[in-house]
T-cell receptor, first 115, second 111 residues
């Protein structure tokens, strides 16, 4: 079956621009997560959706970052006024219910480069 | 609070020899623990997970890990390394729905 997909796979933008990153989770998974992986580090949690609502957005670094999941399936991570420090791989994951111990299935990531 | 420490950033072994990747965790509650593997330009793939059942967990591709509560460890092992095992490995702890990743261990396998 289809796994988690993310588009685009690569995004190059200029400092100050706005970007949107898309995640399509596994069908039927109610929980969706965004992580950010900087070079040489493990992924860091950004935000968690249960259905359409953001259940935990404690990992978003500042108010330039925002994410939505309007129909409880596809999610979009939005970054305003991008900075060079936002350059990283943005990973999306989904799990069947979001309960502790559930396996999270990861997409291939979007590599964002801010020039 | 949860955290994960992967004690080695790089491990190098010869093909056919055992692999040991070390992971220690800190958790306020009974954790779930995972190992994921990331091959170059590929997504994270689950190797195995522990969720309070048997302490010795078997995963894919011959990997296994043992949960030791007294040592707060969850080390990953494999009896015999294969060239295809060369990748980066991440230990993960979770007590809620969030995953906390270690910084990763890059495994190099020499012919």
């Amino acid at each position: 079956g289809a796994g988690v997909s993310q588009t685009p796979s690569n995004k190059v933008t200029e400092k100050g621009k706005y970007v949107e990153l898309r995640c399509d989770p596994i069908s039927g998974h109610t929980a969706l997560y965004w992580y950010r992986q900087s070079l040489g580090q493990g992924p860091e949690f950004l935000i968690y959706f249960q259905g359409t609502g953001a259940a935990d957005d404690s990992g978003l670094p500042n108010d330039r970052f925002f994410a939505v999941r309007p129909e409880g399936s596809v999610s979009t991570l939005k970054i305003q006024r991008t900075e060079r420090g936002d350059s990283a791989v943005y990973l999306c994951a989904s799990s069947i219910s979001g309960r502790s111990g559930d396996t999270q299935y990861f997409g291939p990531g979007t590599r964002l480069t801010v020039l | 609070a949860q955290s994960v420490t992967q004690l080695d950033s790089h491990v190098s072994v010869s093909e056919g020899t055992p692999v040991l990747l070390r992971c220690n965790y800190s958790s306020s509650y009974s954790p779930s623990l995972f190992w994921y593997v990331q091959h170059p330009n590929k997504g994270l793939q689950l190797l195995l997970k522990y969720t309070s059942a048997a302490t010795l967990v078997k995963g894919i591709n011959g990997f296994e890990a043992e949960f030791k509560k007294s040592e707060t460890s969850f080390h990953l092992t494999k009896p015999s390394a294969h060239m295809s095992d060369a990748a980066e490995y991440f230990c993960v702890v979770s007590t809620t729905n969030k995953f906390y990743f270690g910084s990763g261990t890059k495994l190099n396998v020499k012919p």
